[in-house]
T-cell receptor
Framework: TQLLEQSPQFLSIQEGENLTVYCNSS?????LQWYRQEPGEGPVLLVT?????EVKKLKRLTFQFGDARKDSSLHITAAQPGDTGLYLC????????????FGAGTRLTVKP | DTGVSQNPRHKITKRGQNVTFRCDPI?????LYWYRQTLGQGPEFLTY????????KSRLLSDRFSAERPKGSFSTLEIQRTEQGDSAMYLC????????????FGQGTRLTVV
C-alpha cells in the first residue's frame, strides 16, 4: 500500500485548460513536496509546504497543503505543453524516521 | 560541486551476477536516499542514510540488496544474484538535514538484467 496516493494516475488535456491533481494519505506529514520529473531525468523540486492550510503559488501553479497535513493539491492554470511530465508528491513523516516517501505520480500530457 | 553524481549511467548484466552502483552526493548534504523506479511509477523508497548511519531500510528490500555509506560521503548500492525483476532505474538523492529540505537527485543508473 502506498503511503501517498496520487490521483488521477494519468491526465491528458488541451493547452489552455485548467487542472488539479491530488495527493492523499492517512498519515500526518511534517512536510510535503511536489516534484516534476521528465523522462530520463531525476525529479526536480517544485515546492515544499510545511504548515497546515498553507497555499503557495509558483506562476501558474498553486499548491495547497491540507489543514490536517494529510493531503495536498496542485492546480495548474492555463496549462501549456511544457507542463507535460510526471508530477510526484513526496512527504516526510516522523513515523518513518523522517525519510522521504513518494507517491506513484500523475502523468500529465498537455496537447497543443 | 556539480550536483549528485551516479555511476554507471547504464548497466546490463546477466541474471545471477552481482552489481554495484555508486552515488556521490552534494558534498555538504548529510542525508542520502536510494530509490528504485520502474516505468510510469514514482520512486520507490529503498534506504536512507544520515551521515554514515543507515536509518531506514524498506521492508521490500530483500537480503540481496545492501547499501553502505562508510565515511558519510559517497554511497554504494550492491545487488547480489540479480534477477530480471531487479531491472529498473536506481535513483540516488541527497539533502541537507532538517525537514522540508530539498532533495537533489542524480540522473540514475538504469539496470537491465537479461
Amino acid at each position: 500500500t502506498q503511503l501517498l496516493e496520487q490521483s488521477p494516475q494519468f491526465l491528458s488535456i488541451q493547452e489552455g485548460e485548467n487542472l488539479t491533481v491530488y495527493c492523499n494519505s492517512s498519515s500526518v506529514f511534517s512536510s510535503l513536496q511536489w516534484y516534476r520529473q521528465e523522462p530520463g531525468e531525476g525529479p526536480v523540486l517544485l515546492v515544499t509546504v510545511v504548515t497546515g492550510g498553507e497555499v503557495k503559488k509558483l506562476k501558474r501553479l498553486t499548491f495547497q497543503f491540507g489543514d490536517a497535513r494529510k493531503d495536498s493539491s496542485l492546480h495548474i492554470t492555463a496549462a501549456q505543453p511544457g507542463d507535460t511530465g510526471l508530477y510526484l508528491c513526496a512527504g516526510e513523516t516522523e513515523y518513518n524516521n523522517n525519510d522521504m516517501r513518494f507517491g506513484a505520480g500523475t502523468r500529465l500530457t498537455v496537447k497543443p | 560541486d556539480t550536483g549528485v553524481s551516479q555511476n554507471p549511467r547504464h548497466k546490463i548484466t546477466k541474471r545471477g551476477q552481482n552489481v554495484t552502483f555508486r552515488c556521490d552526493p552534494i558534498s555538504e548534504h548529510n542525508r542520502l536516499y536510494w530509490y528504485r523506479q520502474t516505468l510510469g511509477q514514482g520512486p520507490e523508497f529503498l534506504t536512507y542514510f544520515q551521515n554514515e548511519a543507515q536509518l531506514e531500510k524498506s521492508r521490500l528490500l530483500s537480503d540481496r540488496f545492501s547499501a553502505e555509506r562508510p565515511k558519510g560521503s559517497f554511497s554504494t548500492l550492491e545487488i547480489q544474484r540479480t534477477e530480471q525483476g531487479d531491472s529498473a532505474m536506481y535513483l540516488c538523492a541527497s539533502s541537507e538535514e532538517g525537514f522540508g529540505s530539498e532533495a537533489f537527485f542524480g540522473q540514475g543508473t538504469r539496470l537491465t538484467v537479461v
